[in-house]
């Protein structure tokens, strides 16, 4: 999910001494609904979060996170705005909330005094909460406002008090609903062909930056070159969120059926539709220098709506929340790919999973 603020371990040595490093670990990931689901525990509470690279903090969702010994409060927090908070990522999703030091544990990695957040007024989110994994927050703390707090961030945590350096972790998804989130190097066994490696910008978002307009990605419509883009990777996001002027013109350009809806919020959605019986237009993204395509996977879209097998939908969203050249590159996308980050390089580097 994308956020619009206000403002490791598993990489274990085995035992200590001369042992071969043990194998990156896997933390096991579902897909339900859009979103990629791991175990988080809070003290003597489970919960099912979701993985979002496309935010910063843990926060737990209204009226779950019951106090306990552990639990410290703190007098500090935030309110956030994310859009993609729903299935078909048309959804916003409001909160408030203030932070609790509390003991967590994350797969086998165990925290202390970590910073949790409790939503104290907020919309509901997809299962018990969000735990995030973008970049820091470019404001952690507000020198003006006392009561600011922005969070802290769970892969930092793990990489320092597991010793993972550089701080980085990947995020296989595969097809079928499962996949890993793996702290350390990439694991070469997961992943074949090229690795195409992004700079990023070192805050907020897993948004790539690049030096020239020519150096910046494009977005492809089967063989066709459109234009260039500057995409956030956020796994997050349910889908792929492009500008509602741009995505309109490719539906269009591949004959879909546009359907444009404005809500509550003045947000303008345009979805595109077409016979299920012809075969579906390929959307997806290429990197210079390299020329090759990067598509959606064809199966990984969450915007069919047809109850009659008859009308199917694009696996691309135009909305107004989303500013050319700027793309919301979410988890559809992922899907059969190995998406490493590294936070002390502040790059995204990805292949295909073998
Ligand atoms: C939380 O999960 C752990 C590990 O699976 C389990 O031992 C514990 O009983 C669970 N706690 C609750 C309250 O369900
Ligand atoms: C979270 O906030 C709710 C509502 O303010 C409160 O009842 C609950 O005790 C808080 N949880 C913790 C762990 O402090
Ligand atoms: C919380 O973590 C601290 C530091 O590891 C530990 O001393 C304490 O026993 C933990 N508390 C609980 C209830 O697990
Ligand atoms: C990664 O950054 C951390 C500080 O954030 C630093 O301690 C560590 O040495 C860096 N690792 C590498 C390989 O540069
Ligand atoms: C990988 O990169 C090489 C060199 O740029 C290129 O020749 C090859 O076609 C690429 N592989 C794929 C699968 O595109
Ligand atoms: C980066 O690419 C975008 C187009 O995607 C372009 O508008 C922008 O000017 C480029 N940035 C620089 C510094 O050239
Ligand atoms: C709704 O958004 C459009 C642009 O998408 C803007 O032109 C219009 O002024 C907005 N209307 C309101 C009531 O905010
Ligand atoms: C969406 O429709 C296509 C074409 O019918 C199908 O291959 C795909 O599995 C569907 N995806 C979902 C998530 O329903």
């Known amino acids: 999910m994308k956020l619009f603020s206000t403002a490791s371990l598993l990489y ?13 670990k896997d933390v096991p990931l579902r897909l339900s609904q859009g979103f990629w689901h791991a175990r988080f525990s809070v003290g003597p509470q489970n919960f099912s979060l979701t993985v979002d690279t496309g935010s910063f903090a843990v926060l737990i969702s209204e009226g779950l ?21 729903n299935e078909d990522g048309t959804l916003f999703a409001s909160e ?8 967590v544990t994350f797969d086998d990695v165990a925290l202390a005094g970590f ?4 939503i104290t007024d907020g919309d509901p989110l997809d299962e018990d909460g969000i735990i995030g994994f973008s970049p820091p927050a470019s404001e952690i703390t507000d020198p003006n406002d006392p009561t600011f707090l922005a969070g802290q961030s769970l892969a930092q945590a793990i990489c320092d008090q597991e010793n993972i350096s550089p701080c980085e972790f990947g995020l296989a998804l595969k097809t079928d609903g499962t996949g890993s989130l793996i702290f350390g190097p990439i694991d070469e066994s997961k992943i074949k062909g090229n690795l195409t490696t992004q700079k990023t910008l070192a805050f907020d978002a897993w948004w790539v930056v690049n030096t020239t307009e020519a150096d910046s990605p494009f977005f492809v419509v089967g063989d066709q070159v459109v234009t260039h883009i500057q995409p956030i ?33 003045n947000v303008t959605n345009i979805f595109g539709t077409y016979d299920c019986s012809c075969e579906p237009a390929r959307f997806g993204f290429s990197f210079p220098p390299s020329a090759e395509v990067h598509y959606i996977d064809l199966g990984a879209n969450v915007l069919n709506r047809t109850a009659d097998g008859k009308t199917c939908t694009a696996n691309i969203l135009g909305s107004s929340m989303v500013d050319a050249p700027t793309w919301q590159i979410g988890q559809t996308w992922f899907q059969g790919r190995y998406v490493q980050h590294n936070l002390n390089t502040s790059t995204i580097a990805f292949a295909e999973l073998a």
């Not at 996170?65 to 908070?85: D, H, L, M, R």
């Not at 408030?96 to 003991?103: A, E, G, M, Y």
């Open 115 to 118: 910073l949790v957040g409790n």
């Open 233 to 265: 990777f956020d796994n997050g996001t349910p889908n792929v969120i492009g500008p509602l002027d741009t995505v309109r013109a490719a539906l269009e350009s591949v004959g879909y059926a546009i359907i444009e809806t404005t809500d509550d919020n």
């Open 12 to 24: 274990a040595l085995g035992a200590v001494g001369l042992v071969a490093a043990a194998l990156p």
């Open 96 to 103: 408030t909330f203030t932070f609790v030091k509390d003991n």
């Open 65 to 85: 996170y019951k106090p306990n010994p552990t639990s410290v409060q703190t007098n500090q927090g935030e309110f956030i705005q994310f859009n993609g908070a």
